[in-house]
């Protein structure tokens, strides 16, 4: 993990700066990734995507819950998502990450309210992926996952593997043999030396090697990633290995590389926007100041023009 990644993610965790940002944020650029607050704002961003051709994932932002409470209304909120789906005709598929739902509380609670939560994806006809988090909780995430694609089938769930750990080539293995949809991504968290690649270049070729190894195993392949290079690598590959276009999609972050999402459309692939809402906005924007030092320049700037 680079330098100022550490910093930047280590920095999220003082009180005052979360204070203070949590209370300025949305002013200092947090909307341009987080297109609202409310289900309803959401939906609207996603109708302006449809419109342009890209299609989308929806997040109910939260994470790492720790009361019933929390992770029950977390669930509720994740529930009307579906509805919301279907009312509107929007092309979006759900976004889940279990420390929404009770992961810290209790794996059987978390596991209920993700039942829930897929049997509603599979009633209304939708997908929800679940998101990876951080390395402690890999295993748990893992085991619900297998457990309600039993139950619901991989047309309605699916899962997210990150390319900077060590065991993900198993785990890529192990879950192909189970026909799982995955989203690759090359992993969002900070993690010790002992279980992710510390040299991104690693993590790069990790990334590429993943989404070859799933994809020749004749599974479904969400390719997340902004990384011009790659998706240019993957492009010539798919070409020259004859994928056929149902079995992978590109994804990216909603605000981040436009221009690029919208170029992949027009040459005719299918790009998914990952489209978070609500108001537990912190982690996921610090996250995306982490991953690019330019981004904390244009907070900065936005704090200087307040
Ligand atoms: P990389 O960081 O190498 O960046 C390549 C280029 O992309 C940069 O040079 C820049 O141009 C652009 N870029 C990247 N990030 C940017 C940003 N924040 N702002 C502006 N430009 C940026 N992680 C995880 O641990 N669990 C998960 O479940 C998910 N889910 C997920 C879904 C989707 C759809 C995406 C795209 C990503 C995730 N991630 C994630 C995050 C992922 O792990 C990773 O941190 C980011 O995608 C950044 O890495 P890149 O692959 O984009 O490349």
Redesign the pocket.
């Known amino acids: 993990m680079s330098f100022s990644r550490k910093v930047v993610l280590t920095l999220s965790e003082n009180k005052l700066i979360k204070s203070f940002i949590t209370k300025h944020g949305m002013k200092l650029g947090a909307s341009r990734?987080v297109p609202g607050e409310t289900l309803e704002e959401a939906i609207e961003a996603v109708k302006k995507l449809n419109a342009e051709g890209l299609v989308a994932?929806l997040d109910h932002l939260g994470e790492f819950v720790n009361t019933r409470e929390e992770a029950l209304a977390s669930t509720e909120e994740i529930l009307k998502i579906f509805d919301g789906i279907r009312s509107s005709g929007i092309k979006s598929g759900v976004?889940v990450k279990l420390t929404s739902i009770g992961l810290d509380i209790d794996k059987e609670f978390c596991f209920e309210n993700m039942d829930r939560i897929t049997a509603k994806a599979k009633e209304t006809g939708c997908f929800v992926r679940i998101?990876?988090?951080d390395s402690p909780r890999i295993d748990a995430t893992i085991e619900i996952h297998n457990r309600l694609l039993e139950k619901y089938g991989k047309e309605h769930i699916g899962l997210?593997i990150?390319s900077y750990l060590y065991r993900s080539e198993e785990d890529v293995i192990e879950l192909g043999k189970k026909g799982v949809s995955l989203?690759i991504?090359?992993?969002?968290?900070k993690e010790p030396a002992s279980v992710a690649y510390p040299d991104?270049t690693d993590v790069?070729r990790n990334?590429v090697k993943l989404c070859q190894i799933h994809l020749k195993n004749g599974c479904y392949t969400?390719i997340?990633?902004?990384?011009?290079n790659?998706i240019n690598e993957m492009k010539a590959w798919i070409r020259e290995n004859n994928i056929p276009d149902n079995l992978f999609e590109f994804?990216?972050?909603y605000g981040?590389?436009n221009g690029l999402q919208r170029r992949l459309v027009s040459e005719g692939y299918k790009v998914?926007v990952?489209t978070p809402f609500g108001k537990d906005w912190y982690g996921f924007f610090t996250?995306?100041?982490a991953?690019?030092p330019?981004?904390a320049l244009f907070v900065l700037k936005n704090l200087f023009k307040q």
């Open positions: 990734f994932t976004s998101d990876m988090e997210v990150q989203r991504v090359k992993g969002a968290y991104k790069d990334f969400a997340a990633t902004h990384d011009e790659i994804q990216m972050l981040v590389r998914r990952y996250r995306r100041i991953e690019r330019a981004n």
